[in-house]
Nanobody
Framework: QVQLQESGPGLVKPSQTLSLTCTVS??????????WNWIRQPPGKGLEWVGA???????NYSPALKSRPSISRDTSKNRFTLQLSSVTPEDTAVYYC?????????????WGQGTLVTVSS
């Protein structure tokens, strides 16, 4: 059974870069047809998709975040990382990593427990 675990600082100052890592166990991030996502939930709001990295290594990001997010991976350690630049207090949220299957249909089938990141000076 695949398990995902987020890690990273819980407090980031405005204008700095937020960096979170998702470590995966029980399954490889290079397994065909899986996508590895970052999703966040600001306090009192709904879930917002941030971006994803595919099993092939290509990436896709939310247009709403413009060019601020960047997702990379370390296949030797079976983990992927989110960097979000130029953060503001509006980026305060619980950040989740999640696995998405794409065959035979798209669905999120595994989630991390989430980690709260607060942007504040």
């Amino acid at each position: 059974q695949v398990q995902l675990q987020e890690s990273g600082p819980g407090l980031v100052k405005p204008s700095q870069t937020l960096s979170l890592t998702c470590t995966v166990s029980g399954g490889s991030i290079t397994t065909n047809y899986y996508y590895w996502n970052w999703i966040r939930q600001p306090p009192g709001k709904g879930l917002e998709w941030v971006g994803a990295i595919a099993y092939r290594g290509d990436t896709n990001y939310s247009p709403a975040l413009k060019s601020r997010p960047s997702i990379s991976r370390d296949t030797s350690k079976n983990r992927f990382t989110l960097q979000l630049s130029s953060v503001t207090p509006e980026d305060t949220a619980v950040y989740y990593c999640a696995r998405e299957m794409s065959v035979p249909y798209n669905a999120f089938d595994a989630w991390g427990q989430g980690t709260l990141v607060t942007v504040s000076s």
